[in-house]
């Protein structure tokens, strides 16, 4: 086509059309099954090793947000340990600004909805993920946030932190309570979420009981469900409809892991190599759906991590929540066991497997992450 917008056109048609044949010189075995923990950065950076080139690089690289992390913290962080290893701090934020209005009030900042730390160990082949539940009570340090002081908070919840200073304050109360530098910083929020779901054409987990909650707009009968993009994200947010569960984020979180371990299994299976559209559509999706810290906001940079954690699979990832008990002065939260938890954060310094004995009387272990769903 011949008009003003045909230079653009052709690239892009010529971008989609690439043959995804050259990403699988190893053959059919060669494993893809990347760290899909760090949601929507892994299945698209390592959807880009065959199509970051010309339009579609610059394409996908304007969608990516970026957050300096290490000039908002400065020097005041953890010591950054180089034994091999890598930590990231993935949230998924429940703002209600602009299309994720439909999930409550915008009352005028985000909150983290879901806080993992990923440690992929040494060798890069396996990894534990510790989720951090949002109600827990912490010790918020003072921050900045767009030019801004924050004061900080003895005990305030801790998904306030990224409300009251964004993805810095969330960085610096992670390091904060568990002396463990983080190398990256991921966010993921509601709409996103639901369109790379979409994009990938579903999710399976099957229940292993009905969930019912109206307001995460989620119903499901016990058995097997290809759940779309809303239906996921109900999932990963239901408090009330757990099964025997008490409302509280610890039950959530049992079904954020399994999922996510589904989801894992999704984008191994999808068959994008041989889709170069579908390719384009699932990067294109995710890319716009994420802010990261700055040394992440590259394509170039997120096809190296996508690369550097191709051999770890579902099986290889140990999941746990931070040791809590319920707080004796306000049910509705929890606090840090310190002694287990300690457990935990010594383990992730130090690049070994966090001990079983870390969780043992937690309020968070509640039978593993497939008493809901598998």
């Not at 509280?248 to 041989?274: P, W």
Request: net charge positive.
């Amino acid at each position: 086509m011949a008009d003003s917008n045909g230079t653009a056109k052709t690239a892009e048609s010529r971008a989609r059309g690439i043959r995804a044949t050259g990403r699988r010189r190893k053959g059919p075995t060669r494993r893809r099954r990347i760290l899909t923990i760090t949601l929507c950065v892994a299945v698209s950076a390592v959807l880009l090793g065959g199509a970051g080139l010309g339009y579609v690089y610059f394409k996908l690289n304007g969608n990516l947000k970026g957050v300096d992390i290490n000039s908002a913290l400065g020097h005041d962080r953890p010591k950054n340990v180089d034994n091999g290893s890598m930590d990231i701090l993935v949230m998924g934020s429940d703002s209600r600004a602009g299309k994720n209005g439909e999930y409550g009030k915008d009352e005028g900042g985000a909150r983290s909805d879901t806080a993992m730390i990923v440690h992929v160990y040494k060798g890069r082949k396996k990894a534990s993920v510790v989720s951090i539940p949002r109600d827990t009570l912490v010790k918020r340090p003072d921050c900045s946030s767009n030019g801004k002081d924050v004061p900080g908070q003895d005990r305030a919840m801790f998904n306030t932190a990224f409300e009251v200073g964004g993805p810095a304050c969330a960085v610096k109360t992670v390091e904060s309570i568990s002396g463990v530098r983080m190398d990256h910083f991921i966010e993921v929020d509601f709409t996103g979420f639901k369109k790379l779901i979409d994009a990938l054409g579903g999710v399976e987990v099957t229940t292993k009981k009905s969930i019912n909650d109206n307001n995460s707009h989620l119903h499901l009968p016990a058995g097997t469900h290809t759940l779309n993009g809303e239906q996921s994200l109900g999932l990963v947010r239901t408090r009330h409809g757990v099964p025997g569960g008490d409302g509280s984020d610890l039950g959530r979180i049992q079904l954020q892991q399994t999922f996510l371990k589904a989801l894992m299994n999704q984008v191994k299976n999808v068959g994008v190599l041989t889709n170069p559209t579908k390719l384009y559509d699932i990067a294109d999706t995710a890319t716009k759906a994420i802010t990261t810290d700055t040394d992440l906001n590259s394509v170039s940079e997120l096809t190296g991590l996508a690369k550097s954690l191709g051999n770890i699979g579902s099986d290889n990832i140990n999941m746990v929540t931070l040791p809590v008990t319920y707080d004796k002065t306000n049910p509705d939260r929890v606090v840090p066991l310190e002694r287990q938890s300690r457990l935990v954060w010594d383990a992730l310094r130090q690049d070994r497997e966090i001990p079983k004995s870390a969780t043992k009387g937690s309020a968070g272990d509640q039978g593993g992450t497939d008493r809901y769903v598998k």
